[in-house]
Nanobody, 128 residues
Framework: EVQLVESGGGLVQTGGSLRLSCAASGFTFAFDDYAIGWFRQAPGKEREGVSCINGDNDGTHYSDSVKGRFVISRDNAKNTVYLQMNSLNPADTAVYYC???????????????????WGHGLQVTVSS
């Protein structure tokens, strides 16, 4: 069974940075065969896609709200995907989730239905 565990969240001031980690295990195939997506859900809002990276590390996507500020990367030797978050503002306050599909794909998506396995979420709070 696939397991995803987020870490690295917390409280940060406006303009600060955080790096989130998503540690993965239980994949049928090699970790670098799987895409990973980051999503977030702010209070009173629906969950939205933030960023994703494909298994070959040759393609990434970002939502318009974070492009230019966030950078996704992966360290396949550590079975970990990172989300470096810079220039944070209160609108980034949310519970952040990482996710992966059950089956291999050729790319990645910011569409929630594309994913099958989810971490439990991690709180990120940005103070003004």
């Amino acid at each position: 069974e696939v397991q995803l565990v987020e870490s690295g969240g917390g409280l940060v001031q406006t303009g600060g940075s955080l790096r989130l980690s998503c540690a993965a295990s239980g994949f049928t195939f090699a970790f670098d065969d799987y895409a990973i997506g980051w999503f977030r859900q702010a209070p009173g809002k629906e969950r939205e896609g933030v960023s994703c990276i494909n298994g070959d590390n040759d393609g990434t996507h970002y939502s318009d709200s974070v492009k230019g500020r966030f950078v996704i990367s992966r360290d396949n030797a550590k079975n970990t995907v990172y989300l470096q978050m810079n220039s944070l503002n209160p609108a980034d306050t949310a519970v952040y989730y990482c996710a992966t599909p059950e089956y291999l794909g050729s790319g990645c998506s910011l569409s929630e239905p594309w994913y099958d396995y989810w971490g439990h979420g991690l709180q990120v709070t940005v103070s003004s």
